[in-house]
């Protein structure tokens, strides 16, 4: 089976809380581990914007149950394609989730400063997940 890279974007729920969010990330880290997905996930108060990477059985099962989370809407499917190379091995699910506090960042690829996944193409929203998987490295 090929190893594949998905990316999409989301709008998150109106009632959705950072907390929330949070138990989402860390159900993620644990549950992708034995599946073999490795990831970055992104967020602001409006948005999710996610890769994950794997094999393609294993990603196109997780985005299936993804895609049903009624903690998000408007799922968008932004960029899929094989891979030879993970761009996130170091995470079973990193994440930041207060892009907006990253404006220098947000401005690089939003030149209004407006966070917007679904207006970036494909290689822009990976580009804007690797940039935030940097500053969460540190």
């Not at 709008?11 to 644990?30: C, F, G, P, Y």
């Not at 581990?33 to 059985?57: H, K, W």
């Not at 220098?104 to 939003?110: A, R």
């Amino acid at each position: 089976m090929p190893t594949v890279q998905l990316i999409y974007a989301s709008s998150v729920s109106k009632d959705l809380t950072v907390m929330e969010i949070k138990e989402l990330v860390n159900e993620a880290q644990r549950d992708n581990v034995g599946f073999g997905i490795t990831g970055f996930l992104c967020a602001n108060s409006q948005y999710f914007l996610q890769c994950i990477e794997g094999e393609s059985r294993a990603v196109n099962v997780l985005f299936q149950k993804i895609s049903k989370d009624v903690r998000h809407h408007s799922v968008a499917i932004i960029k899929y394609s094989e891979i030879e190379v993970i761009q996130f091995s170091d995470w079973s699910m990193g994440a930041v989730l207060d892009i907006d506090k990253h404006m220098d960042v947000v401005t690089q690829f939003s030149p209004d400063g407006v966070f917007n996944p679904y207006l970036l193409s494909g290689d822009d929203n990976l580009n804007f997940i690797l940039a935030f998987s940097q500053i969460r490295r540190g």
